[in-house]
């Protein structure tokens, strides 16, 4: 039969029917919303196809052989039971959209950084704690979802970063901060719903609207304070956390003006990242003199300069500043990144009418010790 494409959905198939070897140059096939539990070795001599949904089935696993179908272009296995993708799935070097939501995984395969035409990823409704620094390699993404992941702490700068990155989607997650270093042509996001968010990067003000001031409400969690950079903001006592790999930010105005040559030379490393993945090269690591050193070639950019016209990537040292819009009924505080001072005057003396500052001081070992006895303040209230 000459056919490319097969509508076979809501059809209570158990099993993938073996008639589809009767469909020559079969391309697309839709099994959605069926019973199927297994994908069998036979569909995978099919590699003429191009498009494969399988959706809303009782699949537990992926096969290992699935590299075979060569031309895959397209593959949802949402809304199953899969607890685990195969290693292999980066062999699909052809793939530009995955949907693998609604699922039990934990990881992604650090495999997946092959898929160099990976275009739209959706790994929401899931269970994963973090993300696989390698999926920073998938350099034509350009649509990721990684919402309704309930114990995900933190979405990698280096993969918000990504350079053809326009839509985003994170919220319902666990995060404790967003990530500062945003796409350039990013075009939607929606991330603001996590209730341990208690600050905005200005990045993101373009997205922001007052009425997610009415979300649910913050709701603070328990991590380790150990390696976290944090400040107080002192109008309303809030403890804020910046980004991994902070160790140190100005305020605006300040007497300093430095830019420092340590993030001169992580910038200069990262060019590299261009031609090899430098976080993965462990000859580099081991000839750094500081074990943090590699840490902060990992992560990559942390933040970007909120100065439109510059925009620079920051890595470790910056000028900060939280900001309240004025007269707005809005509460929620803003946060900017500066890469010298002369960014940060120009900005402050560009937005003077729309925003105001508030004052900020680095936490330090009492801080910490503050918020241990408040935790256990409201502890006691609530016994």
């Known amino acids: 039969m000459n056919k490319t494409i097969l509508h076979?959905?809501?059809?209570?198939?158990?099993?993938?029917?073996?008639?589809?070897?009767?469909?020559?140059?079969l391309e697309e096939v839709y099994l959605?919303?069926?019973?199927?539990?297994?994908?069998?070795k036979w569909l995978l001599n099919?590699?003429?196809l191009k498009f494969i949904h399988l959706a809303g089935n009782n699949l537990s696993e992926l096969p290992v052989d699935i590299y075979m179908l060569e031309n895959l272009e397209f593959l949802d296995v949402s809304n199953n039971e899969i607890k685990e993708l195969p290693k292999t799935l980066g062999l699909l070097l052809r793939l530009q959209q995955l949907n693998v939501s609604g699922n039990q995984l934990t990881e992604l395969p650090v495999e997946l950084n092959t898929l160099r035409n990976l275009e739209q990823l959706n790994i929401a409704k899931n269970q994963f704690r973090r993300l696989p620094l390698q999926l920073s390699e998938c350099?034509?993404?350009?649509?990721?979802?990684?919402?309704?992941?309930?114990?995900?702490?933190?979405?990698?700068?280096?993969?918000?970063?990504?350079?053809?990155?326009?839509?985003?989607?994170?919220?319902?997650?666990?995060?404790?901060?967003?990530?500062?270093?945003?796409s350039k042509f990013m075009n939607h996001v929606r991330?603001?719903?996590?209730?341990?968010?208690?600050?905005?990067?200005?990045?993101?003000?373009?997205?922001?609207?007052?009425?997610?001031?009415?979300?649910?409400?913050?709701t603070p969690i328990a991590i380790a304070k150990k390696g976290l950079f944090c400040v107080r903001e002192l109008e309303t006592g809030k403890r804020l956390v910046l980004p991994?790999?902070?160790?140190?930010?100005?305020?605006?105005?300040?007497?300093?003006?430095?830019?420092t040559l340590y993030d001169d030379c992580l910038h200069a490393v990262q060019t590299l990242n261009r031609h090899l993945p430098v976080y993965e090269n462990a000859a580099l690591h081991r000839l750094l003199p500081e074990p943090y050193m590699s840490a902060h070639i990992n992560n990559g950019p942390i933040a970007r300069c909120t100065t439109t016209n510059c925009s620079s990537c920051l890595y470790t040292t910056y000028y900060f500043m939280v900001v309240k819009r004025r007269g707005s009924a809005s509460k929620q505080l803003f946060t900017c990144n500066f890469c010298t001072h002369y960014c940060a005057l120009q900005w402050l003396t560009?937005?003077?009418?729309?925003?105001?500052?508030?004052?900020?001081?680095?936490?330090d070992a009492d801080d910490d010790a503050d918020d241990?006895?408040?935790?256990?303040?409201?502890d006691k209230t609530q016994s």
């Open 8 to 25: 076979w959905s809501y059809l209570n198939f158990k099993d993938v029917p073996m008639d589809l070897f009767l469909y020559e140059d």
């Open 32 to 40: 959605k919303e069926n019973y199927i539990s297994v994908i069998p």
């Open 46 to 48: 099919i590699t003429t």
């Open 139 to 182: 350099v034509r993404l350009n649509e990721l979802n990684v919402s309704e992941n309930e114990a995900l702490l933190h979405l990698p700068e280096r993969i918000a970063n990504l350079p053809m990155l326009q839509s985003l989607a994170a919220d319902r997650c666990a995060l404790v901060y967003l990530p500062a270093a945003l």
């Open 191 to 218: 991330i603001f719903h996590n209730t341990s968010v208690n600050y905005i990067p200005m990045i993101y003000e373009r997205f922001y609207q007052n009425f997610y001031d009415n979300r649910q409400k913050v």
């Open 244 to 259: 991994v790999g902070t160790r140190k930010v100005y305020a605006v105005p300040s007497p300093e003006n430095q830019v």
């Open 350 to 363: 560009s937005n003077a009418k729309k925003y105001y500052q508030l004052n900020w001081k680095v936490c």
């Open 372 to 378: 241990d006895d408040d935790n256990g303040d409201n």
